[in-house]
């Protein structure tokens, strides 16, 4: 098998089981967070970094909203099995990077594993994952070239793949949908804020031994719990959120 071959096999592979990224993440977390030492931070320096980590986190979510907000139907799936794409779409988000809604992915954990004060393991992670989802951006990149052929080089030659570009932005061609962002992000946010409640009570309970249930933390999570509850039965039991020409 040529290495080219061997690139897109894997990549496809990754690319299935991309969804369990969070779980190992929280299994890593658990002897990082055991064995960094906090005493060297203030509180005032805990602040700043959880402020930050949670800005970076937002920001993740913020470009994952605009691309799915922005793209018909056909793309940007949660497909697992395979890549998918009936269109090619060159404007808005995707006329600055190839890639926003892997962008927007690195940004969400990253502010969580932040949240760690850990150097070193934001360091380690943010490479770990530059691995992982290279090879998943070259499967992908290597199907939509065989689907769209030159318009797909064209584009590619024009637009970073993973940092954007600002100055080559495009008007979007489908309209913005704020629908499209509640019926399909509530469960990524969900997520995200389960992972700081996760970081904040494992602390806690190294450093106290015990948990603490009526935290920010704790009261931001029901919020989204209840949330995401409402979302949900939105979308399975009514057609609030359906639109067409959207996935």
Known sequence: MTLINSFEKSGNLLFRYRGQ???????SAVPVIYFTDTTSLNLDSQKWITTLAVIVSIGGFLIRAIAIATTPKGTSGRNTQEQVAESLNTTGIYSMVRHPLYLGNYLLWIGIVMFTFNIWFVIVVSLLF??????????EER??????GD??????NATPSFFPDFSKYKKNI?????RSILRREYSGVLATVIGFVFIDDLRRFFIMGSFEW???????????????LILRSLK????LLSEEGRS
């Open 21 to 27: 990224i969070p779980v190992l993440l929280f299994l």
């Open 130 to 139: 530059w691995l992982y989802y290279e090879r998943i951006m070259f499967a």
């Open 143 to 148: 199907f939509l070239e065989r689907k769209f």
């Open 151 to 156: 318009d797909y080089m064209n584009w590619t």
């Open 174 to 178: 489908v309209p913005f949908s704020f």
């Open 214 to 228: 009526n935290t920010c933390w704790h009261i931001a999570l029901v919020v989204v719990i209840l949330l995401a």
């Open 236 to 239: 399975h039991y009514t057609k």
